[in-house]
């Protein structure tokens, strides 16, 4: 993908996950290369791969549209992030990066000793943890598969569950200690469990929407 294209691809992204595209609105070529001042090519560059991510859908002879995507989507979706993720973190724990766990775990501080930290900041700190601990597994697959699936929940960021704020974060902190530690087994129980608590909280918001 071109660098235009891979620009158009973020900001169409970005689009659909803060919500200015809706479930089942029409993603044409022609309006979105005028909304962002950019040619057809990378429009379309970034259409398809938003379609092999499942983000974008499009039937026979039809223009591609926003992706509704059911409760049984999401709780796939989180079933596999579980399985991906409380591997990384065992892997993670089997050769600690001490000093990525230094800059991972003052990030979180800050972001909690922050006086409004926006929902903004919490996503980037939650990105930053998320794919640190991937990284640290070795497996670029990995990281790959565990960012494309926290891109499909990451439409249930603060602004839908802000009761995750405080718990998400000491919860992290756990995590990374148990990962610095080299401990295996409990880095895999501390991501399960900050994962389950995460389920929980987009589960109860699901019901409300659905």
Known sequence: MSSRGEQT?????????DG???????VQELALSKRLKVSRTPVREAIS??????????????VPRVRETSIDDFIEILHVRRILEVEAA???????????????????????????PKPSDHTSVDDEIHAGIAAMSGSRLLV??????????????????????????????????????????????????????????????LQRLF
């Open 9 to 17: 691809y973020r900001q169409l992204r970005d689009m659909i996950l």
């Open 20 to 26: 200015r595209l809706h479930k089942g609105d029409p």
């Open 49 to 62: 791969r938003l379609l092999a991510e499942g983000l974008l859908s499009r039937e026979p002879g039809q």
């Open 90 to 116: 065992g892997l993670a724990a089997g050769r600690p990066d001490h000093a990525a766990i230094e800059k991972l775990r003052a990030s979180v501080q800050q972001l909690m000793n922050s006086p409004q």
């Open 144 to 205: 790959n598969l565990i960012r494309d699936l926290r891109l499909k929940t990451r439409f249930f960021g603060m602004e839908r569950i802000p009761q995750r704020f405080k718990p998400g974060c000491e919860e992290h902190l756990a995590l990374l200690d148990a990962i610095d530690r080299g401990d295996v087994a409990a880095s895999q129980k501390a991501m399960r469990t900050h994962l389950d608590g995460v389920r929980a909280s987009i589960m109860e918001s």
